[in-house]
Nanobody
Framework: QVQLVESGGGLVQLGGSLRLSCAAS????????MGWYRQAPGKQREFVAR???????EYADSVKGRFTISRDSAKNTVNLQMNSLKPEDTAVYYC???????????????WGQGTQVTVSS
């Protein structure tokens, strides 16, 4: 029933900026965490950034100082401001949301469809 819809990807030159947005569909849902992962060609999906329910944020070392995550838990949205982009940032970026199941309270991952980010040199 939960769907994550991403937007904001595109083509940008080295040093440019992009802002990714993700919104969860439906109502009456809450997530323990929302964040972003990415997958470059020939590589495994890797963690980029996330915001936890307590308000804390985490970043991969490769994006610290360049990317900023912001989360609105009330609206179930999460954004990723990407600055000083490098060709190494080229990947499909996936929105991720972790929900605790109603009965067992086990974590369950939801994923967006992905949005392409391409950084040219």
């Amino acid at each position: 029933q939960v769907q994550l819809v991403e937007s904001g990807g595109g083509l940008v030159q080295l040093g440019g900026s992009l802002r990714l947005s993700c919104a969860a569909s439906g109502s009456g849902v809450s997530f323990a965490a929302m964040g972003w992962y990415r997958q470059a060609p020939g590589k495994q999906r890797e963690f980029v950034a996330r915001g936890l329910s307590g308000g804390s944020t985490e970043y991969a070392d490769s994006v610290k100082g360049r990317f900023t995550i912001s989360r609105d838990s009330a609206k179930n949205t999460v954004n990723l401001q990407m600055n000083s982009l490098k060709p190494e940032d080229t990947a499909v970026y996936y929105c991720n949301a972790v929900m605790l199941t109603p009965i067992t309270r086990r974590p369950y991952d939801y994923w967006g469809q992905g949005t392409q980010v391409t950084v040219s040199s």
